[in-house]
């Protein structure tokens, strides 16, 4: 990626990481009332009775814009491990921004099997384990 370009798409993602913060009170109002919504509801648990790969997610947010890691993790494991995925792609774009290369998230096949396998892994153990999740 060009350096100009990540400069500008890492200056927005910077704006809009500081936005969640200094909004997040209104943001914690916001996902309290979707909660509360009757469509909230999950489709596929409601139907299936099972967890779908997104139950869970937006008690996750909740739980973490409240700084709350823990339960933020015990509703959806996988929400928090894509966010610290995200924050790595993120610090990749500051680098190179910067016009530094680093390399925070391995490009490898061995990298995406382990972390295909382990997502799927926990989506299927979660629905037989329910100690896994909050959700
Ligand atoms: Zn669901």
């Given at each position: 990626?060009?350096q100009?370009?990540?400069r500008?798409i890492?200056?927005?993602?910077?704006?809009?990481?500081?936005?969640?913060?200094?909004l997040?009170?209104?943001?914690?109002?916001?996902?309290?009332?979707?909660?509360?919504?009757s469509?909230a509801?999950?489709?596929?648990?409601?139907?299936t009775?099972l967890l779908c790969?997104?139950?869970?997610?937006t008690?996750?947010v909740?739980?973490?814009l409240?700084?709350?890691?823990?339960?933020?993790?015990?509703?959806?494991?996988?929400t928090?491990?894509l966010?610290?995925?995200?924050m790595g792609?993120y610090?990749?774009?500051?680098?190179?921004?910067?016009?530094?290369t680093?390399?925070v998230?391995?490009?490898?096949?061995r990298?995406?099997t382990?972390v295909l396998?382990l997502?799927?892994?926990y989506f299927?153990?979660?629905?037989?384990?329910?100690?896994?999740?909050a959700?």
């Amino acid at each position: 990626m060009k350096q100009k370009s990540a400069r500008i798409i890492s200056t927005v993602l910077t704006m809009f990481a500081v936005l969640t913060v200094i909004l997040s009170d209104k943001l914690l109002k916001v996902i309290s009332a979707f909660e509360r919504k009757s469509e909230a509801k999950c489709v596929f648990r409601a139907h299936t009775g099972l967890l779908c790969p997104a139950c869970g997610n937006t008690r996750c947010v909740s739980s973490l814009l409240n700084g709350d890691l823990f339960a933020a993790i015990s509703y959806n494991a996988f929400t928090v491990a894509l966010l610290l995925f995200c924050m790595g792609l993120y610090a990749e774009l500051l680098a190179n921004s910067f016009g530094r290369t680093a390399a925070v998230i391995p490009r490898s096949y061995r990298f995406l099997t382990v972390v295909l396998t382990l997502s799927a892994a926990y989506f299927i153990l979660r629905n037989i384990f329910p100690f896994l999740t909050a959700a």
